[in-house]
């Protein structure tokens, strides 16, 4: 059984930095690909950023890049994405999720394929 629990989520005025974990809990450990997305009201789940291959491959939505870095913890079964230079745009539920293999898709942030999802936490961010 595998469970996902996100934290770290607040509120900040914008230009500020928030740092998003995620736990995993899987038994036996795997280290499978990892993403976090985000859902704000009235809009479809989208794509943050994804992490493969034992956490040494990332990749980004244009919307993102150059601000959020995602990141696997010196704990293996934490998953960080750290989030600077915020907008309101930003606001959203944050969601993690974990993949079925061990490489993310190449230059895609897509849900698709991620079956296991954590509850999300809140963002917001203030003009």
């Known amino acids: 059984q595998v469970q996902l629990v996100e934290s770290g989520g607040g509120s900040v005025q914008a230009g500020g930095s928030l740092t998003l974990s995620c736990t995993v809990s899987?038994?036996?450990?795997?280290?499978?690909?990892m993403g976090w997305f985000r859902q704000a009201p009235g809009k479809e789940r989208e794509g943050v950023a994804t992490l493969g291959a034992g956490g040494r491959i990332q990749y980004y939505a244009d919307a993102v890049k150059g601000r959020f870095t995602t990141s696997q913890g010196s704990a293996y079964n934490m998953v960080y994405l750290q989030m600077n230079s915020l907008k309101p745009g930003d606001t959203a539920m944050y969601y993690c999720?974990?993949?079925?293999?061990?490489?993310?898709?190449?230059?895609?942030?897509?849900?698709?394929?991620?079956?296991?999802w954590g509850r999300g936490t809140q963002v917001t961010v203030s003009s």
């Open positions: 999720a974990r993949g079925e293999t061990y490489s993310c898709r190449a230059d895609s942030t897509s849900p698709a394929g991620f079956r296991v």
């Open positions: 899987v038994s036996p450990y795997s280290s499978n690909c």
